[in-house]
């Protein structure tokens, strides 16, 4: 089992920046990816950021690239999302999520954390 807790969430102005942070606990020895998806009010869940292991390599989607960066810190097992030049668009909630090495998919999930972009 990996348990994940996020915290940096909040409202902020249209052009402002926040960070997220993405806590892992438990099997973490087990992680390959960790990830960062969001889900916006009558919307599907979708893919905004993922990160290797090892940190090594990232992935972003188009709408993020550039302007959101995701970065891990394997001394604290935490995850980051660094979110620069926000939009009203990317309010949603924001959910941190692992892929373990034995998953095809993202398995463990956080409780999401709620991020508003006014404009």
């Known amino acids: 089992q990996v348990q994940l807790v996020e915290s940096g969430g909040g409202l902020v102005q249209a052009g402002g920046s926040l960070r997220l942070s993405c806590a892992a606990s438990?099997?973490?020895?087990?992680?390959?990816?960790m990830g960062w998806f969001r889900q916006a009010p009558g919307k599907e869940r979708e893919f905004v950021a993922s990160?290797?292991?090892?940190?090594?390599?990232?992935y972003a989607s188009d709408s993020v690239k550039g302007r959101f960066t995701i970065s891990r810190d394997l001394a604290k097992n935490t995850a980051y999302l660094q979110m620069n030049t926000l939009k009203p668009e990317d309010t949603a909630v924001y959910y941190c999520?692992?892929?373990?090495?034995?998953?095809?998919?993202?398995?463990?999930w956080g409780q999401g954390t709620q991020v508003t972009v006014s404009s």
């Open positions: 990160i290797t292991q090892s940190g090594a390599r990232t």
């Open positions: 438990g099997r973490i020895s087990k992680i390959y990816h």
């Open positions: 999520a692992v892929r373990t090495m034995t998953s095809d998919e993202y398995n463990y």
